[in-house]
């Protein structure tokens, strides 16, 4: 009798389990029953296959599109998504914003930023922040106004680097943060200051994928905190910029931000506009650049072919100049080695394994229904490891770039495309190419 109490209890136990996996399956199967979904498993209910993912990280992805296609639905962090790894898919979402295909971060992620950032506006507003927010940093303010800045902080934090052993991890978070400071507010190298700042980024970084679930001790609670820090913390820089005699001698973020605000024809008039676009910049700008400049590091060390290279190219530039030589905009343009070793280190790294949109109707797309406010994720790892555009693609191979032309290539995404194309491309392969000018030719 209790044999087959146990039996019946298994049996029963087997039962629940396979109703439980297959939940979200029937119930998207009858909930959409008339749509042409794509192919996929959608996993346990809420949690999907959000385990699956976080145990096997990217090579999730690669097994269900090997097992699904490029195109293939999922369940993850407590919604239906379609994962997209077809580059003209990819290109297709990307440019698809008139259409109705927007961002589609979580809601922890579009809190940080705050409601004027670029990243959390759309159409005709859109365009106008964000044109604002290019004018910042277009080739002319970068010829004129960052280069400069860029190279004399440059000049200045590797001066004493030479024979000493680095922590080049701190190294690299350090100098971005100093430099988004200088380039922000003109803040001239203030250690302290960029050691509060960076504990209050990290805690903001940490709260962009969480549960927005506001109570004491979550992550988002804490990671709201933080915000409202940096925002403190910038008010106080503006509040001492505004009370200042010479308060527009700076030529920094700040000024230009400020005399936007001053024109009644700008898009920028208020202060929450101005800390907003500020936040923006730092949070879009610290993080990605340097883990670029500390990849880059690592990748050379460990291809002493490539710095040899990069060496030779930026020692041609400083040859028969003096000691003090500023890298003008010309000197810049003609580090082609340099700057495929930054983006071949961006492709290395696949930052971020791609990027959310959301869908604001059912959207066809090969065929396939994405319904209504499904998220999909426009996997951009796979297609920068694609052979046929990238042989060899697991090679760290500057090489490949001015040969092969590729940052003009259609499918080229490590900055993102259409409507969202990174504002601040230039300013971060410019950034990560000064630091690894004086690097080379000024570190032993
Ligand atoms: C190597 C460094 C960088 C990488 C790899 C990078 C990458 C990206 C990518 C992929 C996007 C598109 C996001 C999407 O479509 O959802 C993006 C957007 C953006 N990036 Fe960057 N970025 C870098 C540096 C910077 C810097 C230095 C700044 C500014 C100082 C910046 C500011 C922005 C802003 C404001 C957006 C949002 C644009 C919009 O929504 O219109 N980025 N970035």
């Not at 490029?70 to 993850?76: E, P, Q």
């Not at 959390?120 to 004018?135: D, P, T």
């Amino acid at each position: 009798m209790e044999l087959l109490q146990v039996v019946f209890g298994v049996a029963m136990g087997a039962v629940v389990y396979q109703m439980l996996s297959k939940w979200n399956e029937i119930w998207y199967r009858i909930t959409k029953r008339s749509l042409p979904l794509p192919p996929g498993t959608m996993g346990w209910p809420l949690i999907g296959e959000s385990l699956y993912l976080l145990k096997r990280g990217p090579d999730y992805i690669t097994a269900r599109r090997r097992r699904f296609g490029d195109m293939f639905k999922t369940h993850l962090f407590g919604g239906p998504i379609v994962v997209s790894t077809d580059s003209d898919v990819n290109k297709y979402i990307l440019t698809s914003e008139s259409k109705g295909i927007l961002p589609g971060y979580p809601r922890s992620f579009s809190e940080m930023f705050g409601k004027w950032s670029s990243s959390n506006l759309y159409g005709s507003e859109h365009k106008a922040m964000r044109s604002a927010f290019i004018s910042l940093m277009n080739a002319p303010a970068l010829k004129e106004r960052l280069l400069p800045k860029i190279d004399e902080f440059m000049q200045s934090y590797i001066s004493n680097w030479s024979d000493k052993t680095l922590d080049f991890q701190k190294k690299s978070n350090e100098v971005v943060m100093l430099l988004v400071l200088k380039l922000v507010a003109s803040i001239e190298e203030n250690i302290a200051l960029t050691k509060e700042l960076e504990e209050v980024m990290d805690q903001v970084y940490l709260s962009f994928f969480t549960p927005a679930i506001n109570l004491p001790g979550t992550t988002y609670n804490k990671g709201l905190k933080a915000r409202r820090k940096l925002v403190q913390m910038i008010g106080k820089f503006m509040k001492e910029r505004r009370a200042s005699k010479c308060n527009r001698d700076h030529n920094d973020i700040l000024d230009s931000l400020l005399k936007y605000s001053e024109d009644s024809n700008s898009v920028i008039q208020t202060d929450e506009q101005i800390i907003d676009q500020m936040i923006g910049f730092v949070l879009s700008g610290y993080e990605t650049t340097s883990t670029v400049l500390m990849l880059a590091i690592k990748y050379l060390h460990d291809h002493p072919h490539a710095q040899d290279e990069l060496r030779k190219e930026n020692l041609e530039i400083r040859k028969g100049k003096p000691e003090d030589y500023t890298i003008n905009w010309d000197d810049y343009k003609s580090m082609s080695f340099t700057r495929a070793v930054v983006l071949e280190t961006l492709r290395m790294s696949a930052l971020g394994l791609g990027l959310l949109r959301r869908t604001t109707a059912d959207t066809e797309i090969k065929g396939y229904i994405i319904p209504k406010g499904w998220t999909i994720f426009v996997c951009t790892m796979e297609t920068i490891k694609d052979p046929d555009t990238y042989p060899e693609p697991l090679m760290f191979n500057p090489w490949r770039w001015p040969k092969s032309n590729l940052e003009s290539h259609q499918y080229f995404m490590l900055f993102g495309g259409g409507a969202r194309l990174c504002p601040g491309k230039e300013l971060g392969i410019l950034e990560v190419s000064m630091f690894l000018h004086y690097l080379v030719t000024r570190y032993r």
